[in-house]
T-cell receptor, first 110, second 117 residues
Framework: QKEVEQNSGPLSVPEGAIASLNCTYS??????FFWYRQYSGKSPELIMF????GDKEDGRFTAQLNKASQYVSLLIRDSQPSDSATYLC??????????FGTGTRLKVLA | GAGVSQSPSNKVTEKGKDVELRCDPI?????LYWYRQSLGQGLEFLIY????????KSGLPSDRFSAERTGGSVSTLTIQRTQQEDSAVYLC???????????????FGQGTRLTVV
């Protein structure tokens, strides 16, 4: 059974701090990884994707991929209350059938 | 269209009735997914269509669930003899396949909130 695991949270961080969200996956054949943000009552929206080992930065967001350890992380710098949402990690095992984690709920405290 | 469109946005139905949920993907996207999300839960994969290939139905929870995709575009998810446990948000997503290392991101519709009473 191919799985993507995330801590459900909630993860609470103060405004301006760095939020660190982690995700592990079981299928070593997974090739691409995605972070989606989902506000309450809304649909998921893509915020980052990564397929090479290392870091990928986009504004306040940094995605990190370590294929040897099979983990993906998302760092959010200078966290804002508007970042409060559920963050879903997804893996594409090369079959285009995405496997989603259950999400981590992030709360940024003003 | 500009995005993935789903209808209806909300559906309340009586237990035992059949319902049809519609998804209109982004034009040109060859892959289409249906997911189910119960309150406070993650995304549960239901079914996947890719071009003219046979759909991957491995996520359908029972034979009361079926889906079609006509002409490689619009998809309909049908739930027969609905049960209260079917109550959830049903999300549709489509992707443009760019290859194994491409940005095959899934674009989601706004979902259909199904309530079975």
């Amino acid at each position: 059974q191919k799985e993507v695991e995330q801590n459900s949270g909630p993860l609470s961080v103060p405004e301006g701090a760095i939020a660190s969200l982690n995700c592990t996956y079981s299928d070593r054949g997974s090739q691409s990884f995605f972070w989606y943000r989902q506000y309450s009552g809304k649909s998921p929206e893509l915020i980052m994707f990564i397929y090479s080992n290392g870091d990928k930065e986009d504004g306040r967001f940094t995605a990190q991929l370590n294929k040897a350890s099979q983990y993906v992380s998302l760092l959010i710098r200078d966290s804002q209350p508007s970042d409060s949402a559920t963050y879903l990690c997804a893996a594409d095992p090369g079959t285009y059938k995405y496997i989603f984690g259950t999400g981590t709920r992030l709360k940024v405290l003003a | 269209g500009a995005g993935v469109s789903q209808s209806p946005s909300n559906k309340v139905t009586e237990k035992g009735k059949d319902v049809e949920l519609r998804c209109d993907p982004i034009s040109g996207h060859t892959a289409l997914y249906w997911y189910r999300q119960s309150l406070g839960q993650g995304l549960e994969f239901l079914i996947y269509f890719q071009g003219n290939s046979a759909p991957d139905k491995s996520g359908l929870p029972s034979d009361r669930f079926s889906a079609e995709r006509t002409g490689g575009s619009v998809s309909t998810l049908t739930i027969q003899r609905t049960q209260q446990e079917d109550s959830a948000v049903y999300l549709c997503a489509s992707t443009l396949q760019r290859g194994a290392s491409g940005r095959n991101e899934a674009f989601f519709g706004q979902g259909t909130r199904l309530t079975v009473v």
